[in-house]
């Protein structure tokens, strides 16, 4: 099975800059797209970023010029660089991966990371 652990989840101030990492382990030949989700409480969980293979990436206007996700293939990591965060942007926050393992291939998500960003 894919374990996926999460570090850099934290408190900031509004305005201010966190990143996260989130590293890969396990049985992989191969991982397709790497990507981050979010939730807050009594919402359902929200896709904003995304990287495939290639390093194309998407994402929601939300986020979009103020969240950078990248990954590296070598170490089987995606990580998040947040710049000007906002209060909005408290949730917890969750990588999850789409990789080829020696069990077939499947999403595995990470345990997820608190984020809180204060005004």
């Known amino acids: 099975q894919v374990q996926l652990v999460e570090s850099g989840g934290g408190s900031v101030q509004a305005g201010g800059s966190l990143g996260l990492s989130c590293a890969a382990s396990g049985r992989i030949y191969n991982i397709y797209d790497m990507a981050w989700y979010r939730r807050a409480p009594g919402k359902q969980r929200e896709l904003f970023a995304k990287?495939?293979?290639?390093?194309?990436?998407n994402y929601t206007d939300s986020v979009k010029d103020r969240f950078a996700i990248s990954r590296d293939n070598a170490k089987n990591t995606v990580n998040l660089q947040m710049n000007r965060l906002k209060p909005d942007d408290t949730d917890v926050y969750y990588c999850?991966?789409?990789?080829?393992?020696?069990?077939?291939?499947?999403?595995?998500w990470g345990q997820g990371t608190q984020v809180t960003v204060s005004s």
């Open positions: 999850v991966v789409d990789a080829h393992t020696g069990l077939g291939r499947f999403v595995s």
């Open positions: 990287i495939d293979r290639g390093g194309h990436t």
